[in-house]
């Protein structure tokens, strides 16, 4: 049996469960006035209200014992001191030094690295502010006004979903657009109607050598030759590298000064407030940005120094445990109530999923306990016309984060009332649900009853803040970190890895190989050989 199953807070949440598994929500607050005012928790511009959630004072006491025993404070602390933190990689998990204030010092390996950040910093803020005013000029002599980010995973995800967050806040005049996927598609559609002289390619990669990254790197490089020819000098204008690859940058042929780098102890997914932001930067402006860091900051600091019992990532971190590992429940649902937002599900998936997506502890003994949950979601109240249904009345247990807003961004009529009262309405459906005698007091006919009953009891927690704004979704995001990095000091898991996703590389970059040279003899699986000679074949024909 794993360390985890053995501590006595396990132990003693396991017999709670047995006994309160089956409370309902409805029983909880009858039980108690005081819970809608008492399960509150606000920090950084955020307000959680986790009353919705299937605890009670001892639930939550267990949590924070275990919390305790599994030494989350030291734990957090180690990541916020430096110390080498993620051990399979043997370097820290610093994303917190991104957003420290200049003043502060934060040390790995004796050195402190918060200059070398600001310095970086300033000069994203000025070539941001180069291409914002129109200086920065194409090869022809026309200003930039295109900028396509090019990157994947960590190195495209933080940046889109922060550039559809804060759009509302961007330069209209700048069109920004991303490409990831290695299917040419996202290439050209990316790239269609743009002019090549007016078009700045910023390839963002934290190896530079991520094979779709790389790819369409040099598929830019040939588009904009195309309009250009080869001389050298008419591109160099037209590409920026976000990298901690300098040699491979340069090598690519985008010269130092157009390179912004950071520290390897910025893990891709952790990455968005670093230089792989400069398209958000662009986009927003360097105070703008910098206001995002603040609100990541604040959070950081709320994490850093709540008690536990007051800490809202950590009480997150701690009912998401709740409902993996006693409920068995294996998804959480993200659920913005903001159209703004509309990326967000799809960030935290690699945030979240590849962070807590182990099997092994940090000794590398094989879990005997789920770990990390699927995320998943979409923007409310698109997601209510779709799979709420499940939600409300299927099989499965999913706990529900819902995210929204008192102020619009874009004030029209009636809409953001209507939507407030979505998000709310839908909380309370799930929590309370329908009974039966409610259905027949509506007089509704008794084979129908069943079908229009709502056992209720789904639980959720209710995220809000005033407005979208720069700080708000910093802190957001820092939230989900912190939230996610508490799930694995309890499960004693590496958040900061993703050796998984290694061994799909090696085969694709082999198969490609045996792809082009049709020849090549197959010595993969019968299933696999069979689908790559399909290909050859249907390829040819
Ligand atoms: O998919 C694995 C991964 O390594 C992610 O962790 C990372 O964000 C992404 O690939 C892109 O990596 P890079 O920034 O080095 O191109």
Redesign the pocket.
């Known amino acids: 049996m794993n360390k985890l199953r053995k501590t006595r807070a396990w132990k003693a949440l396991q017999a709670h469960y047995a006994t309160f598994q089956k409370t309902h929500l409805r029983e909880l607050f009858t039980q108690d006035a005081e819970r809608a005012r008492r399960y509150v928790v606000e920090a950084a511009g955020w307000r959680l209200d986790y009353a919705k959630q299937r605890v009670n004072d001892e639930t939550l006491q267990l949590l924070f014992e275990l919390a305790r025993e599994r030494h989350l404070e030291a734990q957090r602390d180690a990541m916020f001191a430096g110390e080498a933190v993620n051990t399979t990689e043997q370097r820290a998990a610093l994303h917190i030094a991104l957003r420290a204030p200049a003043t502060a010092v934060i040390k790995t390996a004796g050195v402190n690295v918060v200059p070398e950040v600001h310095s970086v910093l300033a000069r994203m803020a000025k070539c941001a502010e180069t291409i914002r005013t129109g200086e920065w000029k194409g090869y022809s002599g026309r200003p930039i006004r295109n900028i396509v980010n090019i990157?994947?995973?960590?190195?495209d995800l933080g940046p889109v979903m922060a550039f559809e967050a804060l759009r509302y806040y961007s330069d209209r005049q700048l069109q920004l657009r991303f490409v990831s996927n290695v299917d040419g598609t996202d290439f050209t559609e990316a790239v269609r109607g743009l002019r090549p002289d007016e078009t700045l390619f910023i390839v963002?990669?934290?190896?530079?050598?991520?094979l779709e990254?790389m790819t369409n790197a040099h598929t830019a490089r040939n588009w904009l030759r195309a309009a250009v020819g080869q001389d050298k000098k008419k591109l160099a204008p037209h590409f920026l590298a976000l990298?901690t690859n300098e040699k491979a940058a340069n090598a690519f042929g985008i010269p130092s000064e157009q390179m912004f780098g950071f520290a390897e102890w910025v893990?891709?997914?952790y990455?968005m407030d670093s230089a792989?932001g400069l398209s958000t930067m662009i986009a927003i402006g360097p105070e703008a940005f910098h206001a995002m860091l603040v609100g990541f900051h604040a959070m950081d600091e709320h994490f850093r120094s709540a008690p536990l019992e007051q800490n809202m990532p950590v009480i997150m971190g701690l009912l998401n445990i709740w409902y993996a590992d006693f409920f068995e429940a294996s998804t959480v649902a993200v659920l913005p109530y903001s159209h703004y937002l509309k990326r967000f599900s799809a960030y935290l998936q690699?945030l979240t999923m590849?962070s807590n997506g182990k099997h092994v502890t940090l000794d590398g003994q094989e879990v005997d306990y789920h770990t990390g949950s699927i995320f998943w979601g979409e923007p409310g109240t698109n997601g209510q016309h779709s799979f709420y249904q499940l939600i409300h009345q299927g099989t499965h247990l999913i706990p529900c984060d819902f995210i929204a807003f008192a102020e619009a961004l874009n004030s029209l009529g009636r809409h953001q009332d209507i939507l407030f009262a979505n998000v709310v309405a839908q909380a309370e459906a799930l929590a309370m649900g329908k009974t039966l005698a409610e259905v027949q007091q509506e007089g509704i006919a008794a084979e129908l009853a069943p079908h229009k009953v709502m056992a209720g009891n789904r639980p959720s927690n209710l995220l809000l803040a005033k407005r979208l704004t720069p700080e708000t979704l910093g802190a957001l995001v820092a939230l989900y970190e912190h939230s996610v990095f508490t799930q694995a000091a309890i499960w004693n898991t590496n958040p900061f890895d993703?050796w998984g996703?290694e061994l799909g590389k090696q085969l694709a970059a082999r198969i490609v190989k045996e792809i082009e040279s049709p020849k090549a003899k197959l010595t993969h699986d019968a299933s696999t050989n069979a689908a790559i000679d399909w290909y050859r074949h249907a390829r040819r024909d």
């Open positions: 990157g994947i995973g960590g190195s963002a990669s934290k190896t530079f050598t991520t990254t990298s893990g891709g997914r990455s792989i690699q590849e993703q996703v």
